[in-house]
């Protein structure tokens, strides 16, 4: 099948380099010249583990096309996904569509025989109805199909859940498309996953109640992490003894920080917006917002517990600053108000993350990166494990500080509280 991606993000480059590794042809277009550029050089502008080698093998067989030539990218293509970005309106919590618009907009000008358009975007529920009603002001009607088609992919497992789906979700009422669909799908949802069909509406209602429901389950298991601190109750024991039960299920229960990335934070505010606009109280969702809000000042709160409140020119080690590991992604990471905050307080900031410096922390004073978890922890007065990464979780850290008195806070729970202890090292968790 002949694809179109617009939009190389997220979203567009990893499903755009999957579909060409199921043999299809994908034409990946995007106005930024300098990053089609640097996509036809081989250089990746995001961090994804796996992504590299099969995007390289797929371009070189000629089945993988960047380019920002939009025009022939849409009209060599039978399916087209809008996968252009869908931030947060600034001073609001509704989705800013003007990106989506905009290329509805051409493809409206562009399109002159039959096309399936599909938005993999996360967008509000109505928006499909919204490009539907500016591309059938073509005036041969017939020439498209608007669908919904939501990604799951989680970032630093985008291939896995890619390749290996639980459900893949099409929004649309037309047996054309939907068989199109179907059929694109076939290779990956032979294996174990479902391929569901809905309404548009229906497709874009379930993308954002999975991510407001995740939201929910991780803030649940963090306030009650919250109370197993004060009950001296381990949260790791609530997590697994609850999510055994298969009606709840294992997965998103472990405490932490407050859930960041660049989808659960903007999709559970754009939902919460939607539901305004219909009149209906999603009372849960606002509180979790409200709970996730809380739970960035609460984390703070205790590490300047942890110090005795003695934080002036205290070395404070962050061991990762990601909003989760195998990403470079650091938006809404709540390292950033942590280091804000502790940089206020006249601490001197260090940081180790794998996957390099970031500028999102290189305005926050007192702040440096260390090129090795050694240098990060070398006579640190508190250690920081903020993003579980792999090369956090068999560390020696009376080797690395070299230094008799310290704290560890394991915001991840990596470590055991009894190893620790016998170790004699000042060792906090979260909700143990
Ligand atoms: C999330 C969803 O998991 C994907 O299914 C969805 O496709 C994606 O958003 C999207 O809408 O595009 P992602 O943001 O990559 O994926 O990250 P998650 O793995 O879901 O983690 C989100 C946050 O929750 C992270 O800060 C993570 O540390 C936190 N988390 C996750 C917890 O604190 N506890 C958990 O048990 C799980």
Redesign the pocket.
């Known amino acids: 099948m002949k694809l179109c991606m617009i939009g190389t993000g ?2 567009g480059l990893v499903s755009g380099v999957c579909f060409s590794d199921l043999g299809n042809t994908v034409y990946c277009v995007d106005k930024d010249k300098k990053k089609i550029d640097s996509l036809n050089n081989g250089i990746i502008p995001i961090y994804e583990p796996g992504l590299e080698e099969i995007l390289k093998r797929n371009y070189k067989a000629n089945r993988l096309i960047f380019t920002t030539d939009f025009k022939k990218a849409v009209s060599n293509s039978d399916v087209i996904f809008i996968c252009v970005g869908t931030p947060t309106k600034r001073n609001s919590n509704s989705a800013n569509l003007k990106y989506v618009f905009d290329v509805a907009h051409q493809l409206k000008k562009t399109i002159s025989k039959y096309k399936i358009i599909v938005t993999k975007s ?1 967008v509000p529920i109505t928006t499909g109805d919204k490009i539907e009603k500016i591309l059938k002001r073509l005036k041969n009607k017939k020439l498209v199909d608007v669908v919904s088609n ?9 291939i896995r ?1 890619f390749i290996y789906p639980d459900r893949v979700v099409v929004g649309t009422s037309s047996k054309r498309a939907n068989q199109t669909l179907r059929s694109l799908y076939l290779p990956i949802i032979k294996k174990t996953s479902r391929y569901f069909n809905t309404s548009r509406r229906g497709a874009e209602m379930i ?1 954002y109640a ?2 407001a429901f ?2 929910t ?2 803030s649940y ?2 306030e009650l992490a919250n109370l197993c601190e004060k009950t001296g109750v381990d949260i790791k024991d609530v ?1 697994f003894g609850m999510g055994s039960d298969e009606r709840i299920g294992e ?14 934070p903007k ?1 559970t505010r754009a939902l919460i917006d939607t539901a305004n606009k219909f009149e209906t109280d999603l009372s849960i969702v606002k509180n979790v917002i409200k709970s996730n809000d809380k739970r960035k000042i609460l984390l703070t709160q205790k590490i300047e517990k942890i110090l005795n409140k003695k934080t002036n020119n205290k070395i404070i080690t962050f061991l990762g600053v990601t ?2 590991p195998n ?1 470079d ?1 650091m938006r ?3 390292s950033i108000p942590m280091m804000n905050f502790l940089s206020k307080k006249k601490c001197k900031i260090r940081y180790f993350d794998p996957s390099g410096e970031k500028k999102e922390l290189s305005k926050i004073k007192n702040v440096k990166f260390c090129k090795s978890i050694s240098l990060a922890c070398f006579k640190s007065d508190l250690i920081i494990i903020h ?2 990464w792999n090369v956090f979780k068999l560390l020696n850290f009376r080797k690395l500080v070299k230094k008799k008195n310290f704290s560890i806070y394991d915001m ?1 729970n990596i470590y055991s509280p009894i190893k620790m202890k016998h170790m004699k090292i000042r060792y906090y968790g979260v909700g143990r």
Do not use: H, M, Q, W
């Open positions: 997220y979203v996360t939501p990604e799951f992919l989680r970032e630093g497992e985008a859940d993308k999975s991510n995740l939201a389950k991780i298991i963090n997590s997965r998103f229960l472990r405490a932490g920080p407050a859930y960041g990335g660049s989808c659960f999709d909003f989760k990403t992604d809404e990471a709540s993003t579980e991840r």
